[in-house]
């Protein structure tokens, strides 16, 4: 009875193991790209191990370079992934029901949501892949223009309802820009600073930027006395 109890539990663990490799693959690739930006955040690029990432993900080396490919192009499809689930949480989040300011505000609260529940993508994208250079900081860039794109849609859109559509055009993708630098330094900081409210940092970004922004498309702005 031994015997056959041993074999039942060898032919258990076989079938198990023929299930687990039968995965459909959009499964088995997020599996290692979940994996692999965990370690990825942690190490770096260039001091991430493709060892690692297969122990934390629970699959072979050569699995892994036959669904996602070495570590160069491993950290790719992470940034990209990363990139793209940041920007759907912002856009998605901004309702279009609601004036401009509150769209941002809507934006925002997205924005530093997805950066506290998926704090280790922002510390791969903000962090790792800048620091890693191109083609990686190429990746970064799109994500950061896109970002900018949206924002400055909200700036154009606030002054055209003021009847000043023009100066709101020639100022807008600046102050965008200006805007965006400003949302990242704060979830950058706020990394280390995690016992702030997602809400309350919207708030600050707010209370610094809309306010001049509002400013800006009354046609009230500030000049150097000399």
Same mark, same amino acid.
């Given at each position: ?119 280790? #993508? ?8 800048? &620091? @890693?250079?191109?083609?990686? +900081?190429? !990746?970064?860039? =799109? ?22 559509? #023009? ?8 102050? &965008? @820009?200006?805007?965006?630098? +400003?949302? !990242?330094?704060? =979830? ?39």
């Amino acid at each position: 009875m031994t015997g056959q109890r041993e074999v039942l539990v060898a032919q258990d663990v076989r079938r198990s193991s023929e299930r687990a490799k039968r995965l459909p693959r959009a499964v088995r690739e997020k599996q290692i790209l979940d994996a692999a930006v965990e370690v990825f955040s942690q190490h770096g690029y260039h001091m991430a191990s493709m060892d690692v990432i297969s122990e934390v993900a629970g699959v072979s080396k050569p699995m892994i370079y036959s669904y996602l490919g070495a570590k160069e192009e491993l950290f790719g499809h992470c940034i990209r992934r990363e990139s793209n689930r940041l920007f759907e949480a912002v856009r998605d989040g901004i309702r279009p029901d609601v004036p401009p300011d509150m769209q941002l505000w809507h934006g925002l609260r997205s924005f530093y949501g997805f950066v506290a529940e998926y704090r280790q #993508s922002w510390i791969v994208l903000h962090r790792h892949a800048l &620091a @890693a250079g191109d083609p990686f +900081a190429k !990746e970064v860039t =799109a994500l950061r223009t896109r970002a900018i794109e949206l924002v400055r849609d909200l700036v154009v859109s606030a002054g055209t309802q003021r009847g000043l559509a #023009s100066q709101a055009e020639f100022s807008g993708e600046g102050m &965008a @820009a200006a805007l965006v630098g +400003a949302a !990242e330094s704060l =979830a950058d900081w706020w990394l280390d600073n995690p016992h702030v409210p997602e809400g309350v940092l919207a708030s600050w970004l707010m209370n610094l930027t809309w306010l001049g922004f509002n400013d800006l498309v009354e046609g009230s702005v500030w000049r150097p006395l000399e």
